[in-house]
Structure formats: C-alpha cells, structure tokens
C-alpha cells in the first residue's frame, strides 16, 4: 500500500495545501517519512488523514467558481467500527460547503471494502449541496453493491456509467463537465 501515491498530474493546476480555503492549508508533507496506516500497512505520507483509523483522501482539485471538487480515496470505509462517514463529513465535507463548494466528485479505485452503518450523515450531505450533487467514480463492483444495498446510491450516484470514467486522460474541469452531465441524465430520469 504504501506505493499508492494520490494522484498527482493536476498539481500544477491546484495543490490543497496552498489553497488558504482548502481543510489541509498549510499541511506539510514529507516524501520519505511514513507515518500513516491502515491496519498494518503504511500508506505513502502524500495522503491526507480525517480522523478516520482506515480511510484517507486526497483533495485533487477544488474549483470555488464552478463550485465542485475532486477527492481521491484511499483504504475502507468503515462506517460500521470507525465512522468513517462522520469524520469526512464533518472535518472535510462542510468545511468546503462553507466555501461554496456542492458538488462532489468521490474516486473509489482504492477503496477495498465499504462497511455500512447509518445513513444520516449522507442524507445530510445531500441534503446540504441543495443544488448540487455528490458522484462517486470507478469505484469497485463489490463496494458498489454494498452501497447499493444500505441506500447509499440514493445519495451519491455510483456505478454503471459512473463506473467507466477514464479521468486520468482528461484534466478536472474536463472531468467535472463529463460528471455534470451524467448527473443531469440521472436527475432528469
């Protein structure tokens, strides 16, 4: 786990931590020094911890005009023993709601295992970007039928054609406008 880097090709078009609004402004990162893990596997230090013991992220691009932004994930989400839903929600999520940020683009390649709990911190989420949305790409089959079958996919739109994103080819404004539109398909059904 720990040569899973976040994916870094956009940082010359945004990096999180010199982004005064961004939750990680000012955080310092080492390239040598592993500090952070998942159960017993350390986890390259470019990731970015919540509070959450088994899932980190990263924020690759925030664009406060179009009001979206990009985080990729990393590890289990764990709502069941850790959380996991509160910690993003609370220490990541509102913080760029507050910025004016309502639309979400969630990259699940590297999520392993969903473990569901509740849903009232996805309601909430929903239910605070008003105008917006929150879409999860390239997640794996099996985390997407286990969000499927706890209610999640009411709140973020994953699978089918949100499954088959090759975002690593286009650049985020590119990646947004592309999930915009399956997001008005969806919503328009």
């Not at 402004?25 to 080492?30: G, N, V």
């Not at 596997?41 to 664009?63: C, N, R």
């Not at 932004?69 to 069941?80: A, P």
Request: hydrophobic content about 40%.
């Amino acid at each position: 786990m720990h040569e899973i880097e976040p994916y870094y090709y956009w940082r010359h078009l945004y990096i999180a931590s010199d982004d005064e609004r961004s939750p990680f402004y000012k955080r310092q990162y080492s390239e040598f020094e592993f500090t952070n893990a998942i159960y017993n596997f350390l986890i390259h230090p470019q990731w970015d911890e919540m509070g959450s013991a088994t899932l980190y992220l990263k924020v690759l691009y925030a664009d406060y005009n179009r009001g979206f932004s990009i985080i990729e994930l990393l590890g289990e989400w764990n709502d069941c023993l850790y959380n996991d839903i509160m910690y993003l929600k609370r220490n990541i999520i509102e913080p760029m709601i507050k910025e004016g940020i309502n639309k979400f683009i969630l990259i699940g390649e590297n999520i392993l295992n969903f473990h569901a709990s509740e849903d009232d911190y996805y309601q909430e989420w929903f239910d605070e970007v008003e105008e917006g949305w929150i879409s999860g790409i390239n997640f794996r089959k099996h985390v997407i039928e286990e969000f499927v079958h706890c209610n999640i996919d009411y709140y973020i739109a994953f699978g089918g054609p949100f499954n088959c994103v090759d975002w690593r080819t286009i650049d985020p404004v590119q990646l947004f406008e592309e999930i915009d539109k399956l997001m008005v398909k969806r919503l328009s059904m």
